[in-house]
């Protein structure tokens, strides 16, 4: 009897995917440490399915850990980890080949992940089973940025920026720069718009803030506006350091580019399994 098995992750408690979800992340690019608040904010803002997650069993032992977000036709892999003493053996492989086929059981049609481009274990599985690049994801970074704009920003409801970016963004935006995703986000975090310029950033009442989504709607493109915005975000929450996590497509880094933010070394590639 092969030593592998699948069990869905709602058999699990929260605590038990929390810490197993840590350990399956050991050693990574970004310190992993996953707390039951984290994993139920992933689990309800990027669409998790437990029943379609799968926790690895090596010899009766849980051994690795697959998330299964799902929208639709489409699933995304939102989180996949092997426990250290289990890696580089053909867990990976032998957990991808499985979790593709149960994707076409449920009758879906596509299957998302975004890897880490420097993660070699993690690209070589993906190619390994299928996935083809969609493209390169980065992101970036600004401490103190000057301030230099006295441009009002209005502030509007996260849900109406989410309809925005439903209607105007790229229709194969990354999984968590996608409208349904923006729809899940709830303050502290806060969104803002100027003119036909809007953005999502995290709560700004820390030091470190993140920009979640940047959007210009169409009619409005070319003219400069994502900088105006995004200066006049500068100007509202001064001596902040800004983060732009590696989630947007590299076509658009030139709006974080032209208001002097800097690139991140990690990046990401968007892949994509037709199934
Ligand atoms: C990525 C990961 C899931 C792969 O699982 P695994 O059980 O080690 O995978 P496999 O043993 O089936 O190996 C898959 C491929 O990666 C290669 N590989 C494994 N570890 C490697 C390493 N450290 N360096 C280079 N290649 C490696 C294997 O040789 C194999 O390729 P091959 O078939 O061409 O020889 C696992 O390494 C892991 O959990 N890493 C930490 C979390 C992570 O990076 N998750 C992916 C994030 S999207």
Same mark, same amino acid.
């Given at each position: ?45 990027? %669409? +998790?399915? =437990? ?6 069993? @090596?010899?009766?032992?849980?051994? *690795?850990?697959? #998330? ?53 274990? %993690? +690209?070589? =599985? ?6 083809? @690049?969609?493209?390169?994801?980065? *992101?970036?970074? #600004? ?56 953005? =999502? ?73 037709? =199934?």
């Amino acid at each position: 009897m092969s030593p592998l098995s699948l069990k869905p992750a709602n058999e699990f408690t929260i605590p038990q995917l929390a810490e197993l979800m840590t350990r399956s992340f050991e050693g990574y690019f970004v310190p992993v440490n996953i707390t039951d608040v984290i994993l139920l904010t992933m689990l309800r803002r990027d %669409g +998790v399915d =437990l029943t379609a997650s799968r926790v690895i069993m @090596k010899d009766d032992e849980p051994s *690795g850990l697959a #998330l299964i977000a799902r929208r639709g036709w489409t699933s995304r892999l939102a989180a996949m980890g092997i426990v250290s003493t289990a890696r580089n053996g053909g867990t990976g492989t032998w957990a991808m080949q499985q979790l593709i086929v149960e994707a076409q059981v449920r009758g879906e049609k596509e299957m998302l992940v975004e890897v880490i481009e420097q993660n070699t274990a %993690g +690209v070589k =599985l993906y190619e390994k089973v299928g996935f083809t @690049k969609i493209r390169r994801l980065v *992101g970036y970074k #600004l401490e103190n940025p000057p301030i230099e704009s006295e441009e009002e920003l209005e502030e509007i409801d996260i849900r109406d920026l989410a309809r925005q970016v439903t209607h105007h963004g790229l229709k194969d935006l990354p999984w968590q720069l996608s409208g349904p995703t923006i729809a899940h986000h709830t303050p502290p975090s806060r969104a803002f718009r100027l003119n036909d310029a809007y953005c =999502l950033i995290s709560n700004p009442e820390a030091l470190d803030v993140s920009i979640s989504s940047v959007l210009v709607k169409a009619r409005s493109r070319g003219a400069g506006l994502s900088a105006v915005l995004m200066r006049a975000l500068f100007a509202r929450f001064p001596n902040k350091v800004w983060h732009v996590s590696p989630i947007f497509p590299e076509e658009m880094g030139i709006i974080f580019e032209q208001v002097g933010m800097t690139r991140e070394t990690l990046s990401q590639w968007q892949m994509s399994l037709k =199934l």
